[in-house]
C-alpha cells in the first residue's frame, strides 16, 4: 500500500493542474486515470484561454485563470503551442453591435483590454469573413494552446506518482481503491474526473454535453484571432436542444480549427453528420471560403456541464476528505490553473485572490 497527502482522480488538464500546484507547496501527490492523460474531454476540446463575462463568478474565475496562464506561459515547451491571437466576438445585426458595445463597458470596467471593431477594420483583420458582417469586438489577451502537450508537462512537472490504467471503483475516509484491489492511502481525494465524476458520487449533479470539432490541413494565414459569433451566447446555454454556432480558431500548426455544436445527454461518440452539416454551414455563413479548405480530422467528445454552468471546486459538504474539481463545461482549459489555485488555498487553508463562495458544491449538493 503506497500512501501520498493527495489522490487526484482524473489525469485531463484539470486533475494535471491540481497535481502541479499541490506538488508546489510540499505534498505528495498521486494521480488516478483509467485510460490516459488528456484522453477525455481535454483532448476533445479547442484549447481556448478565454475571458467570459456571462456573470460576474464565471468571469472572475476566466479572468484569474487567463492571468495565471499568461504568467505560465514562458515555461511551456514549444509544443504547447501557446499563441496570443485574441478573440474576436463577431457582430452580424444591430442587436449583437448592441451587444459589442455592452461587452466593452463589461470588460474595460474590470481591466481587460478590449478594441471595437467596425465593418471596415473586422475585414482589415480577417480578410475571410464575409462582406456584411457588421463589426466586432477584439479581447486582446484571450490565447490559444494545445492542451495534450500542456496537461502533460503540468503532471510531468509536478512530479506526481501517476496510475495509469486503472480505474478507481470506491473511495473512502482512508483513500482510494482501484479495480485491481490496489488500494492508494491518502490523507484528502480530489475528484477531477469531468464527465465521469458523477460515477464516483452519485450526488454530484452533471450532465454530458456532446460537441463536434473539425480541423483542416494547413492553410497559412486564414485565419489569425479565434473568431466567435455573438450569437454562440445565446445557443451555448439553450437548455435542451440542440445548437450550433461559428467559432473558428487558429493552430500554429497553421490549421484552422472549426466549431461548434452542443448536445445535451448523448452517450453515442459517434458523429452525427446532419449536425456536423449544419454546424459547418453555419461556419461557412461567415467564412464561405472555408468550403474550399479540405478537412483532415472530425472528432466529438463531451463536455461535463453543471446545472448553472458554473463548476464545482472545493469541499465536498458530505465527505470531510473529498474535494471536486468538475463540472466545468466547456472552459476546463481555461479555468484550470484558476481551479488549482483556489483548490489549493481551500486544502492548505488560506485566502484566494477571488471569492470562491460561487463554485463551493455546497450550492448544489
Known sequence: MQTFDIAIIGAGIIGAACANRLASEGLSVAIIESHEVAGGTTAAGMGHIVVMDDNEAEFALTNYS????????????KSAEYENCGTIWVAADDEEIQEVFRKKDFYEKRGVETEVLDEKSLREAEPNLREGLLGGLLVKNDSVVYQPFATNFLLESSNAKV???KKAVEISEKGVRLEDSTFIESNKIIIAAGIWSSELLQDIKIRKKKGHLVITE????????????????????ASESDSVAFNVQPRATEQV??????????????????LLRQMTNRAFEYMPS??????VRVWTGFRPATPDNLPYIGQHPKRENVYLACGHEGLGITTSLGTAEILTDEII???SKIDRKPYSPKRMI
Open 257 to 274: 480549427l472549426i466549431g461548434s455544436s452542443r448536445q445535451f445527454d448523448v452517450d453515442d461518440k459517434a458523429i452525427d453528420y446532419n
Open 218 to 237: 494547413r492553410y497559412p494565414n486564414f485565419v489569425k484571432h479565434q473568431l466567435v459569433e455573438l450569437g454562440y451566447l445565446k445557443s451555448a446555454h
Open 66 to 77: 487567463q492571468k495565471l496562464w499568461n504568467g505560465f506561459a514562458e515555461k511551456l515547451p
Open 163 to 165: 496510475f495509469l490504467g
Open 349 to 351: 487553508g488560506r485566502e
Open 290 to 295: 472555408l468550403k474550399n479548405l479540405s478537412a
